[in-house]
């Protein structure tokens, strides 16, 4: 039997990801990518990899976003495009249960997209230019609930009649990564 766990675009390739700049909090997620990647190839579990919706909509340069500036029709509806070939490989391992068994999600907590316990919330947008920034960038806080990638992705795993369960990377709480290697 094969153990399959889906995973975050990032998890695999942090090239994808918002440049950040507080170090302590990079170092102790990068630290937990690497133990789960490590506990995932030795145990032979297999990654498969979700598509990373913010880079493929904004590119490299894009500012850190907000839940509420994805929680649109259009970024939902891409997300949806993005995961539709993810959708019916699920369908296709899932079908033959002697062979395969897929163990779960693995999201990043605090992501907008594709955080699975906690989201990063705040009333972003507009022009930096004329305003006072300062209680904008104050307003931007970690809460619990999914992300938007998250979100579309359980809507179509419903559609579809699949269950799985769902955790998101975080270094704070890192045993939930690490729990769902072990299912
Ligand atoms: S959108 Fe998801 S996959 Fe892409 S960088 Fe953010 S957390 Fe990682």
Not at 36 to 62: H, T
Not at 114 to 119: K, S
Not at 140 to 145: A, H, I, P, S, T
Request: aromatic share 8%.
């Amino acid at each position: 039997m094969q153990k399959i766990l889906i995973v975050s675009h990032c998890l695999l390739n942090t090239a994808s990801k918002v440049e950040r700049f507080k170090e302590e909090s990079v170092r102790s997620e990068e630290q937990l990518r690497r133990e789960v990647l490590r506990e995932a190839v030795d145990s032979g579990v297999q990654l498969l990899q979700l598509p990373c919706p913010e880079f493929v909509m904004y590119g490299s340069l894009r500012w850190g976003h907000t839940y509420e500036q994805f929680d649109n029709t259009f970024y939902r509806s891409r997300c949806r495009e993005l995961l539709e070939p993810v959708v019916q490989q699920l369908k296709e391992y899932m079908a033959d249960k002697e062979r395969f068994r897929i163990l779960g999600i693995l999201g990043i907590d605090g992501s907008p997209s594709c955080g699975v316990r906690y989201t990063c919330r705040g009333q972003w947008g507009g022009e930096f230019g004329g305003r006072d920034l300062e209680p904008v960038l104050k307003d931007v806080r970690l809460e619990k609930g999914q992300g938007v990638l998250m979100e579309v992705l359980g809507e179509m795993l419903s559609e579809n009649g699949l269950e799985l369960p769902m955790e998101g990377l975080f270094a704070r709480e890192p045993q939930r990564a690490l729990e769902l290697l072990k299912k």
